[in-house]
C-alpha cells in the first residue's frame, strides 16, 4: 500500500483547505484509512478514521469543522478542513491499516503517506 498526500498549505484563520491522499496496492472495504495529525513538539494524534464500512469517527478538537470521505473511483482519501484556526497547524499524515480502525496516536498503523504541511496564521 501506497499514499501519497497533497494539498496542504499556509491558510488565514477562519479559511479552508482540501488534503487528499492517492492510494494504490490495496482494496477499498479491506483497510481503515485516517487522518493524523502532529504539531511542533506535539504528540501524534488522530483527527478522524473511516472505517471499512465506510464510517467516520473525528476527534472532538475537529467535530463540526473537518470532514473526511473516500471516493472509491480515485482510490482517493479526502480531508475538508474548514474554520481552521491556529491550533490546526501541523503536519498531516494520511495512513492505513487493514486491522487497527482507531485514533489515537497511530502506532500499529501499517501504512503512512509522507506528510503534508498545513499552517494557519491568526
Known amino acids: 500500500v501506497q499514499l501519497v498526500e497533497s494539498g496542504g498549505g499556509s491558510v488565514q484563520s477562519g479559511g479552508s483547505l482540501r488534503l487528499s491522499c492517492t492510494a494504490s496496492?490495496?482494496?477499498?472495504?479491506?483497510?481503515?484509512m485516517g487522518w493524523f495529525r502532529q504539531a511542533p513538539g506535539k504528540e501524534r494524534e488522530g483527527v478522524v478514521i473511516?472505517?471499512?464500512?465506510?464510517?467516520?469517527t473525528y476527534a472532538d478538537s475537529v467535530k463540526g469543522r473537518f470532514t473526511g470521505s473516500h471516493d472509491n473511483a480515485k482510490n482517493t482519501l479526502y480531508l475538508q478542513m474548514d474554520s481552521l484556526q491556529s491550533e490546526d497547524t501541523a503536519m498531516y499524515f494520511c495512513a492505513a491499516d487493514r486491522w487497527r480502525c482507531e485514533l489515537g496516536d497511530g502506532q500499529g498503523y501499517n501504512y503512512w503517506g509522507q506528510g503534508t504541511q498545513v499552517t494557519v496564521s491568526s
Open positions: 473511516i472505517g471499512r464500512d465506510g464510517s467516520t
Open positions: 496496492g490495496y482494496s477499498y472495504g479491506t483497510y481503515c
